[in-house]
């Protein structure tokens, strides 16, 4: 049998988990992924594909310091939202934010119609979480992350 | 200004360059590719969106030591190939080629019209690619691959 993984787009779930902590999850009840990577066996990065309801949020604003992270709108609007203002997408917009940047950013589904788009990470070890507007920071904690609040004391 | 980079599709350049050295190339005429991640700053992991005319294949089979490598068929028919056999993807196929399988694969346009793809690949160092088919090696050279014969000897 050969060992390239092989998943079909229909058949891989959708995952609605909020991992922030609670009190901070309100924004992401209309967001919804499908993890096309780890479906078939990549562990060096993630490849999603995203849909937000429109008012929901892609993430808390925030950045990496190790890791790059890149988004292509499929369908829908979004607003990407920087420590510079506010930009609205349209289809075929890619969005890079390279790794330690220092510049928080989030998207918004600002449109009447769900927002569809692909996003994509590296997992390089040690990456830390820098968020502008919540008490919050996250460090790696394979395979997810471990959040605090920004004097490091727990949730 | 934002330090997110922000780039739309149709502007991301067409990229015909092929590789590989002269003699190994003839196979990839009609393959094209819009390199995402590229356009928008990204260092850790290529993104890109490919084409295959009919009858062109997606690299020589191939496999890599450290780097993980992910498809998505978006439109077209391709036939993916690897040391099991062959077998047949339509829109929608996911597919995985995890670091180090130590199986070969690559992908051709066995259908009537273009193959359009999503392709992404990490860039950690230190990788090594090895060729099934052909008497050819790979080693890392950022931000490209040194081409050598099996034997180590020069092209």
């Given at each position: 049998?050969?060992?390239a993984?092989?998943?079909?787009?229909?058949?891989?779930?959708?995952n609605?988990?909020?991992?922030?902590?609670?009190?901070?999850?309100?924004?992401?009840?209309?967001?919804?992924?499908?993890?096309l990577?780890?479906?078939?066996?990549?562990?060096?990065?993630?490849?999603?594909?995203?849909?937000?309801e429109?008012?929901?949020?892609?993430?808390?604003?925030?950045?990496?310091?190790?890791q790059?992270?890149?988004?292509?709108?499929?369908?829908?609007e979004l607003?990407?939202?920087?420590?510079?203002?506010?930009?609205?997408?349209?289809?075929?917009?890619?969005?890079?934010?390279?790794?330690n940047a220092?510049?928080?950013?989030?998207?918004?589904?600002?449109?009447?119609?769900?927002?569809?788009?692909?996003?994509?990470?590296?997992?390089?070890?040690?990456?830390?979480?820098?968020?502008?507007?919540v008490?919050?920071?996250?460090?790696?904690?394979?395979?997810?992350?471990r959040?605090?609040?920004?004097?490091g004391?727990?949730?």
């Amino acid at each position: 049998m050969s060992k390239a993984r092989i998943a079909q787009l229909p058949d891989i779930p959708i995952n609605k988990n909020i991992i922030y902590p609670p009190h901070l999850r309100e924004p992401f009840a209309g967001r919804a992924k499908q993890r096309l990577g780890d479906a078939v066996g990549m562990k060096n990065f993630g490849v999603n594909i995203a849909t937000l309801e429109p008012g929901a949020w892609s993430s808390h604003r925030h950045w990496h310091t190790r890791q790059d992270e890149m988004i292509y709108l499929i369908e829908g609007e979004l607003t990407l939202v920087t420590d510079s203002g506010r930009e609205v997408l349209k289809p075929g917009a890619v969005v890079g934010f390279p790794a330690n940047a220092g510049e928080a950013h989030n998207l918004i589904n600002t449109g009447t119609k769900p927002a569809v788009y692909l996003e994509v990470g590296d997992r390089l070890p040690g990456d830390d979480v820098y968020y502008a507007d919540v008490d919050l920071e996250a460090k790696q904690n394979p395979p997810s992350y471990r959040f605090t609040k920004k004097d490091g004391s727990a949730y």
